[in-house]
């Protein structure tokens, strides 16, 4: 157990619809980082939060949104869903700004019909 | 912007057998680089990781070597058994105006009994 929470773990939608997924960091790290993982495709880099304020900005598209709250969980909001936009969603966290994203979550696969 | 380069994208040996992944970085302020493995269907997880300061470093079956001048970096595994089977990513973190980590493709890494 990563002691990271992503929910939900599924989530099944229609082309032009607007999706939020969740994230609960590990106890104790302030940074958190969402990256996209098509099928069989690597980790892309969306974006990155620590302490409430966004850190870095990977190829996050313009319909893709997020935020970290004051109770440092973060969420990811997708709108506009596109069929290429189907995929697995993790969300990872560390102590610190600048550590590696070292905890992740089991991911949210989202499904776009 | 920041690339990384990972080679072979699949990668067969015997058990037993060493196993090599190699990547290569674009950003020459990149100082940080860590190693991931994800299992079929799971979150990916920090195995190893190297800083720019250091060209070698070793955790039991594992080692990381780093090569700054050529901008290359290597995973090796050794006496490899079936459970190393997984996709591995490198990733490296520039340092140019924001700490993002930058994954590799990944290498799907069969361990044959």
């Known amino acids: 157990d990563s002691g990271v929470t992503q929910t939900p773990k599924h989530l099944i939608t229609a082309t032009g619809q607007r999706v939020t997924l969740r994230c609960s960091p590990r106890?104790?790290?302030?940074?958190v980082y969402w990256y996209q993982q098509s099928l069989d495709q690597g980790l892309q880099f969306l974006i990155q939060y620590y302490n409430g304020e966004e850190r870095a900005k990977g190829n996050i598209l313009e319909r893709f949104s997020a935020q970290q709250f004051p109770d440092l969980h973060s969420e990811l909001n997708l709108s506009s869903l596109e069929l290429g936009d189907s995929a697995l969603y993790f969300c990872?966290?560390?102590?610190?700004?600048?550590?590696?994203?070292?905890?992740f979550g089991d991911g949210t696969r989202l499904s776009i019909l | 912007g920041e690339n990384v380069e990972q080679h072979p994208s699949t990668l067969s040996v015997q058990e037993g057998d060493s196993a090599v992944i190699k990547c290569t970085y674009s950003?020459?302020?990149?100082?940080?680089f860590p190693w991931y493995k994800q299992e079929l269907g799971k979150r990916p997880q920090l195995i190893i990781d190297?800083?720019?300061?250091?060209g070698e470093k070793k955790d039991q079956r594992i080692a990381v070597t780093l090569n700054k001048t050529a901008k290359h970096f290597s995973l090796h595994i050794t006496e490899t058994q079936p459970e190393d089977s997984a996709v591995y990513f490198c990733a490296a973190r520039a340092t140019s105006g924001t700490y993002k980590y930058i994954f590799g493709t990944g290498t799907r890494l069969k361990v044959l009994a």
């Open positions: 990872a966290s560390s102590p610190g700004t600048g550590a590696q994203p070292q905890h």
């Open positions: 190297i800083r720019s300061n250091v």
């Open positions: 106890s104790g790290d302030l940074s």
């Open positions: 950003d020459s302020a990149s100082n940080y």
